[in-house]
């Protein structure tokens, strides 16, 4: 395994996955098959299964709810890595100042179940403004993007959690040079970054220059593959002479502590019955691509 050893001097990389769409599918049952496939840790994402998109909103119980999975998770030996905020990706369910607001109040509400899971992380998208916003005031993706932020930074600064931004496969932060100016809003040691491979895969031609550009901000990385074109969220393809690259940046950030796959266009896809089958096929590709490591030395 890829673990620690003072006297090569590696370190431990924790090898995790996101469960919301595995848990919307098989309950709380889905945790022992994380566990039992071999992975560490997981990414918490709080949209599917927990947001209410046509209400811009979490049920009252949200907290409660959340409380039984944090027991469950930690019954299986899990840690949680990072959470992921609620993020809007249609202009469909906000269409006013209410809904606007509901949603920034949702995203402060992610930031308390956050703490509530005891995770150091939380994930969120930037925003993107719609044409109503302007007369609001709110003319740009930044300016938005910095009222959520100034909204849940101060409850992140007193509980430290780190609220990593995430680039996208859009129009706006897509790049390196997009994601730095997003994650630049603030001044702040409570803002960092989280890198999406496959959101950058679609964007630029080698994301490794992108892992060690920013490499002083990324915390988080978020890991599945596509054909380049759409978003499929789609287990790794190993391109070793891409990898051995990536994989480098990743080991050499040392902020970095959990190599999470977001490969949640399997789960979405498969039957019920394979989930655990391509639970152990996931987790088998990235002890692969950790193989990459293995000589290695800083």
């Known amino acids: 395994d890829f673990g620690m050893d003072q006297q090569k001097n590696e370190r431990k990389i924790l090898i995790g996955i996101t469960s919301n769409v595995i848990i919307d599918r098989v309950g709380l049952r889905g945790y022992d098959m994380i566990s039992k496939a071999g992975f560490e840790c997981i990414d918490f994402n709080m949209q599917r299964g927990f947001y209410n998109v046509k209400d811009n909103s979490y049920n009252s119980d949200f907290l409660d709810i959340i409380e039984i ?14 959470t992921h905020a609620p993020y809007y990706y249609t202009d469909y369910h906000i269409k006013n100042e209410i809904d606007l607001k509901k949603y920034l109040d949702s995203v402060d509400q992610a930031l308390k179940a956050t703490i509530l899971l005891q995770c150091k992380y939380m994930v969120v998208h930037p925003l993107y403004i719609l044409p109503w916003m302007k007369q609001y005031g709110i003319n740009s993706n930044e300016e938005l993007t910095e009222i959520m932020l100034k909204k849940i930074l101060p409850r992140a600064k007193m509980a430290n959690v780190k ?30 970054a989280c890198f999406d491979y496959g959101h950058s895969k679609i964007r ?22 596509n054909d380049a074109k759409i978003d499929l969220h789609d287990r790794i393809r190993v391109d070793k002479d891409r990898w051995d690259l990536i994989m480098r940046e990743i080991y050499l950030n040392v902020n970095i502590e959990c190599f999470s796959l977001e490969t949640s266009g399997i789960y979405k896809k498969c039957e019920e019955l394979d989930i655990e089958k391509e639970l152990f096929a996931d ?10 490591l293995k000589e290695f030395k800083l």
Do not use: A
């Not at 630029?204 to 593959?225: A, K, Q």
């Not at 987790?283 to 990459?292: G, N, Q, R």
């Open 69 to 82: 999975h944090r027991r469950r998770i930690v019954e299986c030996g899990l840690k949680i890595s990072q």
């Open 163 to 192: 609220i990593c931004i995430e680039n996208l496969p859009y129009d706006f932060c897509n790049d390196l040079e997009s994601h730095k100016k997003f994650v630049s809003l603030f001044e702040d040691d409570n803002i960092k």
């Open 283 to 292: 987790y088998k590709t990235v002890k692969e691509l950790f193989k990459t």
């Open 204 to 225: 630029e031609n080698n994301p490794s220059i992108h892992l060690h550009n920013m490499r002083n901000w990324i915390h988080i990385v978020h890991m599945h593959d």
